[in-house]
């Protein structure tokens, strides 16, 4: 585990927020409510448009031409890559419409297991085209050694 990687971020990667995404999301994970499917249920609770489900911009990062070239370009090979944990801290809303702004940053590494099991550790920040940081987002993957 080379520690001089800590502090690398990914490249800044802007994506629109479609409304059919958020939709397709929303189904995608089982969501019931309303407020993600309907602008006037949305907008009947407050909102200006439909608002993004729980977890949604974690999907943003893949919106990448290569969404893990920032991973290989770490030197980890994909094929031994597991998802460990991912965690939000939700800010400010994101809704149907917004452009959001979302890079990650190398945070900490360690090895379990007698260095069998490498943990890379990355936070993430989602910006809205009001350059207002809208989710920071927490990301663990574990990487298999041979």
């Given amino acids: 585990m080379d520690q001089n990687l800590l502090g ?10 479609e409304a059919g995404q958020l939709k397709f999301f929303a189904k995608a994970t089982g969501e019931t ?3 993600y499917f309907d602008d006037d249920a949305a907008m009947a609770a407050g909102h200006p448009a439909l608002p993004a489900p729980p977890t949604f911009c974690f999907t943003l ?3 990448r031409k290569d969404p ?3 991973y290989t370009g770490l ?3 994909l094929g031994r890559i597991l998802h460990a944990e991912e965690e939000f801290e939700y ?3 994101v809704y149907a419409g917004d452009t959001i702004t979302i890079f990650e940053t190398l945070v900490d590494m360690f090895a379990k297991k007698g260095g069998a099991l490498e943990f890379y550790v990355f936070e993430g920040i989602a910006i809205n085209q009001r350059d207002e940081i809208v989710v920071k987002l927490k990301n663990t993957i574990v990487h298999r050694n041979g």
């Fill in 8 to 17: 690398t971020s990914s490249e800044p990667v802007t994506v629109p927020v």
């Fill in 33 to 35: 409510n309303p407020v």
């Fill in 61 to 63: 990062n893949l919106a």
């Fill in 68 to 70: 893990f070239a920032f």
């Fill in 75 to 77: 030197g980890l090979d």
């Fill in 91 to 93: 800010v400010a809303p």
